[in-house]
């Protein structure tokens, strides 16, 4: 059954913050560095769904562009911030400041955009499904590469 496009995207929100604590409590640098990557790729995944899927949608359906240009401005901060995380001498540092970014951003979009999407009337369903299907799509093809 397809779940609505908030409830999927919340659950995203759930394991990147699972991964955080997880990182917190790995003990070896190799599960760190695994964690590391793991999360990165969560994240640039999740925004690309959103960009691609949820935002616009939320922007066609509320006209709110100013709330639209805010999150993709916080999203292009944590991509800035991933794509130092390669070459971070100091990976402790560089995945704190990625959580607290993501942390901050997170917490806007439950009580900010999430919430008005839902009084908007969108067609959370069906977004639900196109975002699953595109989700999918991609992880595929990151594992195949
Ligand atoms: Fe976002
Ligand atoms: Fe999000």
Known sequence: ?????????EADHHRVEELFRD????G???????????????LTLHAMVEEEIFYPAFA????????LEHALKEHQEVKDLIARVPSAENLDGAIE???QHTLHHVEEERRGMFAKARASGMELATL?????TR?????DAIQAA
């Open 28 to 42: 070896d640098p190799a599960a760190r560095l695994h964690l590391a990557q793991v999360i990165c790729m969560e």
């Open 135 to 139: 989700r999918a799509e991609v992880a």
């Open 23 to 26: 990182y917190k409590s790995a």
């Open 128 to 132: 639900g499904g196109r975002i699953a």
């Open 1 to 9: 059954m397809a779940q609505d496009a908030i409830a999927l995207l």
């Open 97 to 99: 400041a990625i959580k």
């Open 60 to 67: 066609a359906a509320t006209g709110d562009q100013q709330m």
